[in-house]
């Protein structure tokens, strides 16, 4: 026999709904991801049939993007070893220490192991800093568009301060854009490469954000004032394109390392968005803290994939091979789309699009917004899907007002067949628009 409990989980009566009202603030400024919902109705239209290329998600599709080898084999190793009880709060000591070797060896800096946690993925060591560093009230800076920000912020209660950013600075904050809100500011998030842009900063604008940083922290010592931190999260940073660059704020400036949080994965560079390791290195007074919050919400990567990552680690030349042909693929899918977009705007084609520089995101700009039929991003995201059935997400579901008209295609989940196919179709959407606005 079972008992039926839907019956009562419904509210009780119409006009007070008891059970919303109770719960907590936290719960209740909870909001939808724009994107998750964009993706979610781009699957049921694909699910009754539609040809739609998904352009949507930040996720690798496995069919097309496998993770290294080295990661199903030492995870499949470690279970058959009964690798199954606690791992420790802050990761094992094997993970922690080939994470310490591999920063040293990629980036030239030398960390204690104290200052390296890891969680299940980038998210919890990323909501973790946050926890510990900022009281409600407090500022964050994060530029617009940007990945995250605004549900963390309001997660902790902070007072999220987006920076308006600029295209022909690959869209990253500046010195200057940053200078008139560090008052109190607690917190500033960069993301290199960038989701959802595909851009990296420049080392001379991560220079100057650096000294900004650097000079506000000097004033504030000598003042008694709480410190300004970065969150430097390069959770894409192996994912490079031709000459472009990752580089990082203590290699520019040593004296950073003082204020740099990094958050870090298997999940973009290895592909491995679902194995769930993550990390965060960062000053050891604020790991044990995170190390401390891990320990009450148990957010711990699985045993046998922090083992397994670690054997990943611990091989540069595994790293190396794999990288090659993942790097391949994706600039294969983003430079089909570049080349495209940028041949339309050559031929004046209401277009503009950025060379890829990283991760697995192009920005694309259909100027369109304002034009007769597009009163926002959300009427030309709809022409695409409906005309083109290319499935994409506009900068403003990333907490950009300002650069209105960009669009970000993500290509993990698709094929080079995928991109080929769809892009005849959205040549003629595009020219079928001009033409209707041209008469
Ligand atoms: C910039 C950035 N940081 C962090 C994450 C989260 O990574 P994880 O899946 O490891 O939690 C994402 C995922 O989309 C991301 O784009």
Same mark, same amino acid.
């Given at each position: 026999m079972s008992t039926d409990l839907s019956t009562y989980f419904e509210p009780r009566d119409d006009s007070q709904d008891?059970?919303?009202?109770?719960?907590?603030?936290?719960?209740?400024?909870?909001?939808?991801?724009?994107?998750?919902?964009?993706?979610?109705?781009?699957r049921e239209r694909i699910a009754a049939g539609a040809d739609v290329t998904q352009f949507t998600v930040g996720d690798f599709n496995p069919k097309h993007f496998p993770v290294p080898d080295l990661l199903k084999e030492g995870a499949r190793e470690?279970?058959?070893?009964?690798?199954?009880?606690?791992?420790?709060?802050?990761?094992?000591?094997?993970?922690?220490?080939?994470?310490r070797d591999h920063y040293e060896r990629s980036f030239g800096l030398n960390y204690?192991?104290?200052?390296?946690?890891?969680?299940?993925?980038?998210?919890?060591?990323?909501?973790?800093?946050?926890?510990?560093?900022?009281?409600?009230?407090?500022?964050?800076?994060?530029?617009?568009?940007?990945?995250?920000?605004?549900?963390?912020?309001?997660?902790?209660?902070?007072?999220?301060?987006?920076?308006p950013s600029r295209p022909e600075d690959g869209f990253m904050p500046t010195a200057s854009s940053l200078r008139p809100h560090l008052e109190g500011?607690?917190?500033?998030?960069?993301?290199?490469?960038?989701?959802?842009?595909?851009?990296?900063?420049?080392?001379?604008?991560?220079?100057?954000?650096? @000294?900004? %940083?650097?000079? *506000?922290? $000097?004033?504030?010592?000598?003042?008694?004032?709480? +410190?300004?931190?970065?969150?430097?999260?390069h959770v894409y940073w192996m994912l490079t394109f031709g000459d472009h660059?990752?580089?990082?704020?203590?290699?520019?400036?040593?004296?950073?390392?003082?204020?740099?949080?990094?958050?870090?994965?298997?999940?973009?560079?290895?592909?491995?968005?679902?194995l769930r390791v993550g990390w965060m290195v960062a000053p050891p007074h604020i790991v044990a803290k995170v190390k401390a919050l891990m320990t009450h919400m148990g957010a711990w990567a699985p045993r046998p994939e922090q083992l397994a990552t670690a054997g990943l680690l611990n091989d540069p030349s595994a790293i190396e091979s794999f990288l090659e042909t993942f790097l391949n693929k994706l600039q294969?899918?983003?430079?089909?789309?570049?080349?495209?977009?940028?041949?339309?705007?050559?031929?004046?084609?209401?277009? @503009?699009? %950025?060379?890829? *520089?990283? $991760?697995?995101?192009?920005?694309?700009?259909?100027? +369109?917004?304002?034009?007769?039929?597009?009163?926002n991003a959300e009427s030309v995201r709809l022409m695409l899907l409906e005309e083109a059935d290319c499935a994409v997400i506009p900068f403003d579901c990333f907490g950009d007002q300002v650069n209105l008209g960009w669009f970000r295609f993500s290509v993990g989940a698709v094929g080079v067949e995928d991109v080929e196919k769809c892009l005849p179709k959205l040549e003629r959407a595009l020219r079928a628009v001009h033409a209707k606005l041209q008469g």
């Open positions: 008891l059970n919303a009202l109770s719960l907590s603030k936290t719960a209740l400024g909870m909001k939808a991801s724009k994107i998750l919902t964009i993706s979610y109705s781009v470690a279970l058959a070893n009964d690798q199954t009880n606690y791992p420790p709060a802050d990761g094992l000591l094997e993970l922690r220490s080939a994470i204690p192991v104290s200052s390296v946690v890891v969680g299940s993925g980038a998210r919890p060591v990323l909501f973790a800093a946050y926890q510990c560093l900022i009281n409600e009230g407090e500022k964050v800076l994060a530029p617009a568009p940007g990945w995250n920000n605004d549900n963390f912020s309001q997660l902790v209660g902070a007072q999220l301060v987006s920076i500011a607690r917190l500033l998030v960069i993301c290199s490469p960038m989701n959802p842009t595909g851009t990296l900063i420049r080392r001379q604008q991560l220079v100057e954000i650096c @000294d900004l %940083i650097v000079e *506000e922290n $000097a004033r504030r010592e000598e003042a008694g004032e709480r +410190l300004l931190y970065l969150i430097y999260d660059e990752h580089i990082t704020p203590p290699q520019v400036r040593p004296e950073m390392a003082r204020y740099t949080l990094f958050s870090d994965a298997v999940s973009k560079c290895f592909s491995g968005t679902g294969t899918r983003l430079n089909l789309l570049h080349d495209a977009f940028a041949t339309w705007r050559d031929e004046g084609l209401p277009v @503009d699009v %950025i060379a890829p *520089e990283g $991760a697995m995101y192009l920005s694309v700009k259909f100027d +369109l917004i304002g034009r007769p039929g597009f009163p």
